[in-house]
């Protein structure tokens, strides 16, 4: 059985600090990984990808891959109120399909 | 550029009746996956279409049914309602070069009492 977990939190985080979201995942041959924003009520928004080892940044927003340990991140520098949301973490199996995490709860207090 | 359209946005249906989900990929986009959501949980797989063919199949009863059409939108069917079908259903897209790129519809909020 496949898995990626995640804590569920909520994770709070003052405003102006960094987030850090953890995920790992159980099948060693997963090459493609990827983080998703959900707003309560709301759909799924791709907001990062990453299919190397190493970081990968995007305006605030850095994914780190480590694949020997099995666990990608979502860094989060200079958190807003709006970032408020829950983060799922998904990872591409050899079928083209996503498993998901059942995602973290992130607080920004401002 | 339009994204991924579901329709109808919400829907109220009675135990054991029938309910048809439609959904219309990026402009582009080949692929179309089918996913439940329940409240807390992340989304779980249903089904995916690739070019009209089903590609992937979830762990879900043969009440669960899709196709894809010949312009790529995409069915959902569930038959024999179930109180437990109640569910955030999304439909997401992806293209040819980058299939694990799934980018999601609003989604269809079903309720089943």
């Known amino acids: 059985q496949k898995e990626v977990e995640q804590n569920s939190g909520p994770l709070s985080v003052p405003e102006g600090a960094i987030a850090s979201l953890n995920c790992t995942y159980s099948?060693?041959?997963?090459?493609?990984f990827f983080w998703y924003r959900q707003y309560s009520g709301k759909s799924p928004e791709l907001i990062m990808f990453?299919?190397s080892n190493g970081d990968k940044e995007d305006g605030r927003f850095t994914a780190q891959l480590n694949k020997a340990s099995q666990y990608v991140s979502l860094l989060i520098r200079d958190s807003q109120p709006s970032d408020s949301a829950t983060y799922l973490c998904?990872?591409?199996?050899?079928?083209?399909?996503?498993?998901w995490g059942a995602g973290t709860k992130l607080i920004i207090k401002p | 550029d339009a994204g991924v359209t579901q329709s109808p946005t919400h829907l109220i249906k009675t135990r054991g009746q029938q309910v048809t989900l439609r959904c219309s990929p990026i402009?582009?986009?080949?692929?179309v996956s089918w996913y439940q959501q329940v409240l807390g949980q992340g989304p779980q797989f249903i089904f995916q279409?690739?070019?009209?063919?089903?590609?992937g199949r979830g762990n879900f009863p043969d009440r669960f049914s899709a196709r894809q059409f010949p312009n790529y939108s995409s069915e959902l069917n569930v038959n024999a309602l179930l109180l437990g079908d109640s569910a955030l259903y999304l439909c997401?897209?992806?293209?040819?070069?980058?299939?694990?790129?799934?980018?999601f519809g609003p989604g269809t909020r079903l309720t089943v009492t």
């Open positions: 997401a897209s992806s293209s040819v070069q980058s299939s694990y790129e799934q980018y």
């Open positions: 402009s582009g986009h080949k692929s």
């Open positions: 279409y690739y070019e009209k063919e089903e590609r």
């Open positions: 099948d060693r041959g997963s090459q493609s």
């Open positions: 990453i299919y």
């Open positions: 998904a990872v591409g199996d050899s079928n083209y399909q996503l498993i």
